[in-house]
């Protein structure tokens, strides 16, 4: 059951520019490189940064919710647009916010194997690298193995869907937000529970799928293509043997789609009506980025998701 509603080809320089132009304005400009709370790690030769925020107090095995920002984004604007330590704070749980990589320190991008920028361009391991993140905050913290979840927004969500593929051994559920896969994914290496969720009013990644669109769309190649919304959830349905078709709902704030599934995995789409580029209930990117549903609040349905499927 879902949780309770809160009512193959590379891609080329059209999309790189795209992604740190049209995904940065939905994300906000990069709070800059002196954070003192940025932690380091070594991974491939290359100094990596995270925040992490844990609670006081763990008196026993707590789950892990890493947060992936989207092109052009760092760690301190996911914290600060998804209000993740906030919902850490409540529920007790560990929140870590890792950084893709760049060239200059800004403009920060994942490599999910069709996209972002520097990070696609350079092939960084960057699935390499959140294996060892987990690997570094489960030596420092009490984790629970079997409660280690992933979300992101834009490239972010995209990373997110290849985690959950590469990692299914040490993942137990993740959440993409306003992302897509691209058809030629592989096949995931074990059952992942997912959480989709896409906005209706999104142009930077059209939930019909096809060619993108927004601010940026005249910096795309004419042969870029995206899957529709629904096909990431197909995915994640065929990845944990659940029946077609899914079963539809319109629940007011959104249309959702839930799969019938093996006891102990859910997948699960919504299509939330007010929200385009932008992570819904958060806060808003730059003055240019779309402004985000403030009828459905992402951070708290993803979580309630997560805590309800453990490994």
């Not at 954070?35 to 070594?42: F, K, P, S, V």
């Not at 385009?276 to 992402?298: E, L, V």
Request: proline share 7%; charged share 20%.
């Amino acid at each position: 059951m879902m949780p309770p509603q809160v009512r193959s080809k590379r891609w080329s320089k059209g999309f790189i520019s795209h992604c740190v132009g049209v995904c940065m304005l939905a994300l906000g400009l990069p709070a800059g490189a002196a954070d003192r709370d940025l932690q380091t790690l070594m991974h491939g030769g290359l100094e990596r940064h995270y925040l992490v925020r844990a609670p006081q107090a763990m008196p026993g095995p707590t789950p892990l919710v890493l947060v992936l920002h989207g092109g052009g984004g760092d760690a301190r604007n996911a914290e600060q647009m998804t209000g993740f330590t906030a919902k850490a704070r409540e529920q007790g749980f560990i929140v870590a916010y890792p950084e893709g990589s760049s060239r200059m320190g800004k403009l920060h991008t994942w490599n999910a194997g069709h996209c972002c920028g520097y990070a696609l361009k350079k092939n960084i391991d960057d699935v390499g690298f959140i294996r060892a993140l987990i690997d570094t905050l489960s030596a420092r913290y009490p984790v629970d193995a079997r409660r280690i979840y992933v979300t992101g927004m834009s490239n972010g969500g995209m990373m997110t869907h290849r985690l959950g593929i590469a990692l299914g051994d040490r993942i137990a559920a993740i959440a993409p937000v306003v992302a897509t896969v691209f058809g030629d994914e592989p096949q995931a290496r074990a059952p992942v529970s997912a959480l989709i969720i896409n906005g209706a009013l999104d142009d930077n990644v059209p939930p019909a799928g096809g060619k993108p669109g927004g601010r940026g769309a005249r910096a795309w190649d004419d042969d870029i293509q995206t899957r529709p919304a629904l096909d990431q959830a197909a995915f994640w349905g065929k990845a944990n043997a659940c029946a077609e078709p899914p079963a539809q709902t319109d629940i007011g704030t959104a249309l959702r789609w839930d799969y019938r599934c093996p006891p102990g995995r859910d997948v699960g789409l919504y299509l939330v009506k007010d929200n385009g580029h932008a992570w819904p209930g958060g806060q808003a990117g730059s003055r240019r980025g779309d402004t985000p549903s403030t009828h459905f609040d992402a951070t708290d349905v993803i979580w309630k998701f997560f805590a309800a499927h453990p490994k």
